[in-house]
C-alpha cells in the first residue's frame, strides 16, 4: 500500500512568488490535513480537507489556500511568498473524520526555500 | 489556551537507562492524544496514542499515560536504545477532526 505522496519534494522561490503543492493520500483516505513545520514555530496546523470540502483552517493568512479534488488528492497554494514562508509542509492522510481514527499518516514533506 | 505545553525540550539519557517526556493541554474537548517520533531529515511517524477514557496504554518499550483531570499526559520510554534518539512530539486532538495541536517537540539523545 502506497503511504502519502508530495510533490515536489523540494523547490526555491523568490519573494512575491506562488508555489503550489501536492499530496496525494494513501488509497482509501478521504481525509487530508496540512501542517507547516518551522524550527521556531514547530507543527502547526493548516487546513484539513474531507470530500472536497475544507473543515477546519489553522490561524495562517488568506496567502495559504488549498483544495481537495474528487479522487481526494490535495493541492495547497501560498500567493505572494515572504521569507518567513520557508518550512517543511507536511500533508497528511487519515480513513475520515469521526470514525475514531484521528489517525494521521505524514508524507516526507515539500521542502519550500523563500530567497 | 489552544497550546500544547512540551517539557523538556532536550534529553540527553544513557543507553538503558529511561526517558519521560510531559505535556500539559487546557482544551478541555480534547480526547486524543498521540506521540510523533520524528528522525532527522524523515516524517512524523506515530509511535503510540491514547484516548480520553483510558488512563495509560502500553506498546513494548512504550508507554504513554493521561490525567485528564490534571490535564497532562507524559511518554515513557523504558531501556532506551541508540536508534530511540530523535524528536518527539506530542499533540491533542478532538473526536471528529484531524487537526491537531502539537507541543514543539523533545529532542532524545541516547548515549551509548
Known amino acids: 500500500k502506497a503511504g502519502v505522496t508530495q510533490t515536489p519534494r523540494y523547490l526555491i522561490k523568490t519573494r512575491g512568488q506562488q508555489v503550489t503543492l501536492s499530496c496525494s493520500p494513501i488509497s482509501g483516505h478521504r481525509s487530508v490535513s496540512w501542517y507547516q513545520q518551522t524550527p521556531g514555530q514547530g507543527l502547526q496546523f493548516l487546513f484539513e480537507y474531507f470530500s472536497e470540502t475544507q473543515r477546519n483552517k489553522g490561524n495562517f493568512p488568506g496567502r495559504f489556500s488549498g483544495r481537495q479534488f474528487s479522487n481526494s488528492r490535495s493541492e495547497m497554494n501560498v500567493s505572494t511568498l515572504e521569507l518567513g514562508d520557508s518550512a517543511l509542509y507536511l500533508c497528511?492522510?487519515?480513513?475520515?473524520?469521526?470514525?475514531?481514527?484521528?489517525?494521521?499518516?505524514f508524507g516526507a514533506g515539500s521542502r519550500l526555500t523563500v530567497l | 489556551g489552544e497550546n500544547v505545553e512540551q517539557h523538556p525540550s532536550t534529553l540527553s539519557v544513557q543507553e538503558g537507562d529511561s526517558a519521560v517526556i510531559k505535556c500539559t493541554y487546557s482544551d478541555s474537548a480534547s480526547n486524543y492524544f498521540p506521540w510523533y517520533k520524528q528522525e532527522l531529515g524523515k516524517r512524523p511517524q506515530l509511535i503510540i496514542d491514547i484516548r480520553s477514557n483510558v488512563g495509560e496504554k502500553k506498546d513494548q518499550r512504550i508507554a504513554v499515560t493521561l490525567n485528564k483531570t490534571a490535564k497532562h499526559f507524559s511518554l515513557h520510554i523504558t531501556e532506551t536504545q541508540p536508534e530511540d534518539s530523535a524528536v518527539y512530539f506530542c499533540a491533542r486532538g478532538r473526536g471528529g477532526s484531524e487537526k491537531l495541536v502539537f507541543g514543539k517537540g523533545t529532542k532524545l539523545t541516547v548515549n551509548p
Open positions: 497528511a492522510s487519515s480513513a475520515a473524520p469521526g470514525s475514531g481514527a484521528n489517525v494521521l499518516t
